[in-house]
């Protein structure tokens, strides 16, 4: 008996064997992902492995009670107006089922939808190196893996923690990622002792096998499988030695100046962004991340996109990233680790250089609250495994990223009235263009040209940003739709032909973290009307550029397929009528979070602000916060270079206090 079944019953898993046969049932074609059902696709087995090693608990049983209520004519009944169970529907049937739950009106429906669409995608479309080729990789022309991964020593040595464990040091650092990682070299200079304890494990590049699966599992939090509450919005953030520096796109934005200038006035600190030492700060980032224009050779993706902007007369220009010598043929694969230590994240820029100065590491640490005594911190506890960890500390720095820094705060009482609020998503999603042309989507420079045409739609600073990147075949079945198995089947062989404009959208919409029963963060999160206006005009204008770059046909992320033939005689307004038709909300409209933000803003109000100029926590002494949580808004560009100057320039704060003390 498959331990899966400690999550579903043997009629949940048949109930899910059946959505997937509906999803991907065989077709006419010429290829073996076409004409084979999920038993030649090999996914039960999938599917099995997948559910064997669900990262989080949640997952599985929000997966058992959705598959419960498609096993129940009630079920039925609620999701898709039909009073019959799922398994009980002919093929006709279960294809009307799917298209019902995906249109619902009703949000639980679309989200039942679109986990389940998620989960199958990830049992067809990704492997892991011990499971034999995917059939669809060759009907898509991916051809998966590069060869193996080099064989690299690691050069950090983590901490084993074999027993229950109380250390003592100067600075404990929750998190080791763009903030956490800078803030323990520049305390480490300082001469200070350092813990930094990271939930995630420790990969390098030996460890970068760019299999999905494995990748996902291995380096992304809860395994690419979590969205916001509603499900409205995909996450997708690192938990791995290094955090996000080690799996993003090199994308290496300054905070630019008219944003500082906001953040400044929204936070009730002037000169706090504005002034010198932030400068310095970034000036120090950008050289020690090695930040240039020099390795942008545009990808077949990027020349695609660059064709139509510079057709239409629109703004396009070279993107800065920190890399050293990347090479285009190799590259592709980043979001999956840089095998050739090109990505100068801070795995091998600022944790390696703490780790020679002493620093101590601990992986697969689980933080769950900050100790206090007179309400100033003094530590943290948590566990590594089954073993209990006590870190007591002169000063505690959380950057745990927005997603969980306020999570800890919570579970911390930490009196703090504005912890977990203003949550921004900078949410990103894609429109596609089917080409003549193969363009091996997958393939060349992470992220070359960017274009901010329409970055400023309300003359505030707020408005999309466009970008393009390489696209493995997860993210293909997850975020284009489903209208029948031939249509997705038909959709999926034409990944070479696929290109897309990526569209990030710079948000005022507010959200929360908050914490369950059981302390674990829930991330809620629903666009405002005036982000979708701009969200509606991103799409209006991403697919003009790929109209103009030469697309026989444009299609939108949206749950309902729509799709634009330019070349025929619609409008790009009279298709963004059936896109509005579609809808926007939380399942109709496909939403992803790459840069998460706010939750522990700075400012000088304690009411509405968490931490103060220096990143300390308002009325809780010697707690700071180095992340991206203490962002008073938005920041509109990839935020990496934002999080390490912030960290920086905190850091270098805390290590004068601590050592003139």
């Known amino acids: 008996m498959s331990s899966y079944q400690a999550n579903l019953s043997e009629g949940q898993f048949e109930t899910l064997l059946a959505v997937a046969d509906a999803l991907l049932p065989p077709v006419a074609g010429e290829t073996e992902f076409e004409i084979n059902n999920i038993n030649g696709l090999g996914?039960?087995?999938?599917?099995?492995?997948?559910?064997?090693?669900?990262?989080?608990?949640?997952?599985?049983?929000?997966?058992?009670?959705?598959?419960?209520?498609?096993?129940?004519?009630?079920?039925?009944?609620?999701?898709?107006?039909?009073?019959?169970?799922?398994?009980?529907?002919?093929?006709?049937?279960?294809?009307?089922?799917?298209?019902?739950?995906?249109?619902?009106?009703?949000?639980?429906?679309?989200?039942?939808?679109?986990?389940?669409?998620?989960?199958?995608?990830?049992?067809?479309?990704?492997?892991?190196?011990?499971?034999?080729?995917?059939?669809?990789?060759?009907?898509?022309?991916?051809?998966?893996?590069?060869?193996?991964?080099?064989?690299?020593?690691?050069?950090?040595?983590?901490?084993?923690?074999?027993?229950?464990?109380?250390?003592?040091?100067?600075?404990?650092?929750?998190?080791?990622?763009?903030?956490?990682?800078?803030?323990?070299?520049?305390?480490?200079?300082?001469?200070?002792?350092?813990?930094?304890?990271?939930?995630?494990?420790?990969?390098?590049?030996?460890?970068?096998?760019?299999?999905?699966?494995?990748?996902?599992?291995?380096?992304?939090?809860?395994?690419?499988?979590?969205?916001?509450?509603?499900?409205?919005?995909?996450?997708?953030?690192?938990?791995?030695?290094?955090?996000?520096?080690?799996?993003?796109?090199?994308?290496?934005?300054?905070?630019?100046?008219?944003?500082?200038?906001?953040?400044?006035?929204?936070?009730?600190?002037?000169?706090?962004?504005?002034?010198?030492?932030f400068a310095t700060s970034s000036a120090a980032v950008h050289g020690r991340l090695r930040v240039n224009q020099d390795h942008n050779q545009p990808s077949h993706r990027d020349g695609m996109m660059e064709k139509g902007l510079r057709d239409l007369g629109w703004h396009v220009a070279a993107m800065p990233r920190n890399v050293d010598g990347c090479d285009d043929d190799l590259c592709g694969y980043c979001t999956m680790g840089c095998r050739h230590a090109a990505k100068q994240s801070t795995m091998r820029t600022y944790l390696q250089h703490a780790f020679e100065l002493g620093t101590r590491i601990i992986v697969g640490a689980h933080v769950e609250r900050v100790t206090t005594v007179a309400d100033a911190a003094t530590g943290v506890e948590g566990r590594v495994g089954a073993h209990r960890l006590t870190v007591r500390a002169k000063a505690v720095v959380l950057a745990a990223g927005s997603l969980n820094t306020p999570a800890i705060m919570l579970r911390s009482g930490i009196k703090a009235p504005a912890v977990g609020r203003n949550l921004r998503l900078h949410p990103a999603f894609p429109v596609w263009g089917d080409f003549d042309e193969a363009l091996e989507p997958w393939s060349g420079i992470m992220q070359a040209l960017y274009s901010d045409q329409f970055a400023n739609l309300d003359g505030k600073g707020y408005g999309v940003k466009f970008e393009t990147a390489p696209i493995h075949p997860v993210f293909l079945g997850v975020l284009n739709p489903w209208n029948s198995g031939p249509q997705f089947k038909r959709l999926i062989t034409r990944y070479r032909h696929k290109n897309l404009v990526g569209v990030l959208l710079r948000d005022t919409s507010a959200g929360r973290v908050t914490i369950d029963r059981k302390g674990r963060p829930v991330w809620k999160y629903r666009l405002n009307k005036y982000d979708v206006a701009h969200l509606r005009e991103g799409v209006i204008r991403a697919s003009e550029v790929l109209a103009a770059a030469g697309a026989n046909e444009v299609g939108t992320p949206t749950s309902r397929q729509v799709v634009w033939n330019p070349k025929g005689s619609e409008t790009s307004d009279d298709f963004i009528l059936r896109v509005d038709s579609a809808g926007y909300g939380a399942g109709q409209f496909s939403l992803a979070s790459w840069h998460q933000m706010g939750t522990a803003a700075m400012g000088a109000d304690p009411k509405k602000s968490v931490v103060n100029g220096d990143n300390e926590v308002h009325q809780t002494p010697n707690l700071f916060v180095l992340d991206a949580s203490t962002f008073p808004a938005s920041s509109g560009v990839n935020p990496m270079i934002s999080i390490q100057t912030i960290a920086h320039r905190g850091a270098t704060g805390l290590a004068a206090r601590l050592t003139y003390s």
């Open 43 to 277: 996914l039960p087995a999938r599917l099995e492995h997948i559910l064997d090693d669900l990262p989080d608990e949640r997952i599985g049983t929000d997966l058992a009670l959705a598959l419960k209520l498609l096993g129940t004519r009630a079920g039925g009944l609620l999701l898709y107006r039909k009073p019959v169970a799922f398994t009980a529907l002919d093929a006709t049937g279960r294809r009307q089922a799917l298209l019902a739950m995906a249109t619902s009106k009703l949000s639980q429906a679309r989200q039942v939808y679109s986990g389940l669409k998620r989960l199958v995608s990830l049992a067809a479309f990704a492997a892991d190196s011990t499971e034999p080729e995917p059939l669809a990789w060759p009907a898509m022309g991916y051809p998966g893996p590069n060869g193996p991964p080099p064989d690299v020593p690691k050069s950090i040595e983590p901490v084993t923690i074999a027993a229950d464990t109380t250390l003592n040091c100067d600075v404990v650092i929750v998190g080791s990622g763009a903030g956490g990682g800078v803030a323990a070299s520049v305390l480490a200079e300082a001469g200070l002792d350092v813990i930094v304890l990271e939930k995630g494990g420790y990969q390098n590049e030996s460890d970068f096998t760019h299999y999905e699966s494995e990748a996902y599992r291995r380096m992304y939090l809860d395994g690419l499988q979590t969205t916001t509450a509603d499900g409205g919005v995909s996450i997708v953030a690192g938990s791995t030695l290094g955090g996000g520096t080690v799996i993003n796109y090199t994308t290496s934005f300054a905070t630019p100046d008219e944003v500082r200038a906001e953040w400044d006035e929204i936070s009730g600190l002037p000169g706090v962004f504005t002034g010198p030492d």
